[in-house]
DNA sequence: GATCGTTATATGTATATAAACATAACGTAA
DNA sequence: TTACGTTATGTTTATATACATATAACGATC
């Protein structure tokens, strides 16, 4: 399988000063909707159930709306998943990221000329 | 008019695992650049002698080459300036910034759009 | 040699963040 | 009712980060 090569972009968007998105709370976004719930989105992630429901409460906190809908009790215990807000925020991001890197690929590799490729490994 | 409204983006360039350089670390070059030594950068940024100092060795580890070259006594008691390298890195820095957020801006209204307007329910 | 503001380094103290652990509530199904 | 795995919410501990303070070395200038 292939890394990604470094020098590599990250990208975060500013919701308000205090509240950004980046790439650890999409990940965790993807995974509580390819697991259907916080806490194996968290086991997945190997992340404190904990953490995990601090971070979405966050997310929901920082944007004015839910992007995760949770369920407590019920078949399987309950279970959370996305909401159409939250599925397009990911998407957005996805999209944001990849427009961003198209963007400076020449730039990075300029500068990866600079400091010297370093194959980890 | 301010020039960026909320949502906008932040990027960093990822070295490697351990090392970013974001826009805190930027500031600080283009300060040091302007003021002529750490220290006034410091200041300039309310920022303690010592937080600039680990910064620019931290900056300079992470490259492989120094972005700040120092001057430890003589005239004024030293100074610091950006190497060609570390001039580079800040213009590569904010060319790439630029261009992220070209590309980023259509889907970041958009997300503004989502965001601003409350629908409860 | 004394002065000056800087770089360079060390140490201790707050503060913030993350981890670890514990426990209750919930709602479906057996 | 009981069991189950989840959501929800604490409390405590540990770690990392930032801050505050102190001090020495440096080298041109006076």
């Known amino acids: 399988?292939?890394?990604?090569?470094?020098?590599?972009?990250?990208?975060r968007i500013d919701l308000d000063p205090e509240g950004r998105i980046g790439p650890g709370k999409i990940r965790l976004l993807e995974a509580i909707a390819s697991c259907g719930s916080i806490s194996?989105?968290?086991?997945?992630?190997n992340m404190s159930y904990k953490r995990?429901?601090?971070?979405?409460d966050e997310i929901n906190h920082i944007c004015?709306?839910?992007a995760v809908e949770r369920q407590t009790g019920g078949k399987n215990?309950?279970?959370?998943m996305l909401?159409?807000?939250?599925?397009?925020?990911?998407?957005?991001?996805?999209?944001i990221e990849r427009s961003a890197e198209n963007a400076a690929r020449?730039?990075?590799?300029?500068?990866?000329?600079?400091?010297?490729?370093?194959?980890?490994g």
Chains 1, 2 share one sequence.
């Open 77 to 80: 215990g309950g279970g959370a």
């Open 1 to 11: 399988m292939r890394k990604s090569a470094l020098p590599s972009l990250s990208v």
């Open 83 to 95: 909401t159409p807000f939250g599925q397009s925020l990911v998407a957005r991001y996805r999209k």
């Open 40 to 45: 194996a989105a968290g086991r997945a992630m």
């Open 106 to 120: 020449k730039e990075l590799q300029a500068l990866r000329a600079d400091i010297g490729v370093r194959t980890k």
């Open 64 to 66: 004015n709306r839910p």
């Open 52 to 56: 995990a429901w601090d971070l979405v």
